[in-house]
DNA sequence: TTTAGGG
DNA sequence: CCCTAAA
């Protein structure tokens, strides 16, 4: 039996951890020594997204059975192939030449003694199941979702031929798929394979793709990494793909493993809903207000940046919702925020006023480190920030 | 608890 | 925002 991914990509084929964790933090202390391998899992992604469905397709052909065992989609899945650069016309619309779509990944499971025309048509029928299943359109720039939909093409950089290159869009299976096997989450699943499978049948194109059918066994397909947080999910997205067009024919990711059992993998949503109650409920986003930025900025420019207890009790004493960890959070993203382009930015835009004291006062205090205990030296600041070498280039940084 | 960073 | 290792 082989397990073909059609991904595109040639990335190990290998099993997340388990499929099934939760955010409880009871099981967190457990793992966090693992996070360094599957992070987040997909099962996680349950406020409203989805991350994983799978579709079972049965059908026999010609005598050799023929089933999809899989169909994986981790939402931040399927990119633009090759996109070509977009032409302006003299009015202000843009013109967009899609080039190929990626579909997202894929794993189908054939008999070696399946003729290609019924490959050819398994793919055919998966890919019309997900069609079928609905899907949606997403837009990127700078590997980034644009989730705005209101805004408008030029407010998001789609329009000026510079941010053009970095534009791509995704194809996004539908949030409802739901087969018949009942979504379960074995804690272990069970492996039902016959030792014979276990021999490694690799296909002779695939060379590289060594030692990991081994782990085929334990872990679930590697979906592509899948966010938590809102705003940023799915945001790693693929953005090598956007601008390569070398990577087409890439079915050589064709590795042997052996079948895995089909509940196991129909495994994800919904129970997760129940457990979600015990768990402690992630605090509701906050936005800092332009008003709370400088406020946090009057106060870091004063205090430095490695005393959040002091800039908290200075400045926000009375915001019970904001904690030092929020406010060096904050603190990190402004600094981020202020080195990027303002096409990138979200939420309400900060005053570039703002944005520049942010970048003068982080190279300020990142020189003079843990500096002295005095909390009143706003005017050295002010004077060094002007000489400092690295506030005038430190915009220029992507 | 607070600091400092990665997730 | 969350989660933690360290201090």
Wanted: aromatic fraction near 4%.
């Amino acid at each position: 039996m082989y397990l073909i991914s059609l991904d595109g990509g040639l990335r190990p084929l290998h099993r997340k951890r388990k499929t099934c964790y939760n955010r409880e933090r009871h099981h967190r202390d457990v793992l966090y020594k693992r996070r360094k391998f599957y992070d987040r899992s997909s099962v996680e992604t349950f406020d409203g997204r989805f991350s994983c469905e799978r579709l079972l397709i049965h059908r026999k052909k010609a005598g050799a059975e023929i089933r999809v065992v899989q169909v994986q989609s981790n939402g931040a899945t399927s990119l633009v192939k090759g996109h070509h650069a977009s032409l302006r016309s003299k009015d202000s619309n843009v013109k967009f030449s899609i080039k190929s779509f990626k579909v997202p990944e894929i794993f189908i499971e054939v008999s070696e003694t399946a003729t290609v025309g019924s490959l050819k048509r398994t793919v055919m029928d998966t890919v019309t199941a997900i069609l079928g299943g609905g899907i949606r359109v997403g837009v990127l720039m700078h590997g980034k979702k644009v989730r705005d939909g209101n805004r408008t093409l030029s407010q998001t950089g789609i329009s000026s031929e510079d941010n053009l290159d970095t534009l791509g869009f995704t194809l996004e299976p539908h949030p409802v798929q739901a087969p018949s096997p009942p979504p379960v989450c074995p804690e272990d699943p069970p492996l039902v394979l016959p030792d014979a499978l276990q021999i490694v049948a690799r296909s002779p194109e695939t060379p590289a793709l060594d030692s990991v059918c081994p782990n085929a066994l334990t872990d679930p397909p590697s979906p592509t990494k899948t966010e938590t947080h809102e705003e940023s999910n799915h945001e790693q997205a693929i953005h090598a793909d956007v601008l390569t067009d070398t990577t087409l024919p890439d079915s050589r990711a064709l590795v042997a493993v052996p079948a895995m059992n089909v509940e196991a993998l129909a495994v994800v949503p919904l129970n997760q809903k129940s457990r979600r109650s015990e768990m402690a409920q992630r605090r509701t986003r906050r936005p800092f207000s332009v008003s709370e930025v400088e406020a946090l900025v009057r106060a870091v420019e004063e205090l430095g940046t490695g005393r959040w207890r002091d800039v908290k009790l200075r400045s926000f004493e009375d915001a019970d919702h904001r904690t030092y960890v929020d406010l060096k959070d904050k603190w990190k993203t402004l600094v981020h925020t202020a080195r990027i382009s303002p096409q990138q930015r979200r939420g309400e835009p900060v005053p570039q006023e703002l944005l520049d004291r942010v970048l003068a006062a982080h190279a300020y205090w990142s020189h003079h480190q843990a500096k002295q205990q005095g909390k009143h030296q706003a005017g050295a600041l002010k004077i060094e920030a002007l000489t400092d070498p690295n506030g005038a280039t430190a915009s220029n940084q992507l």
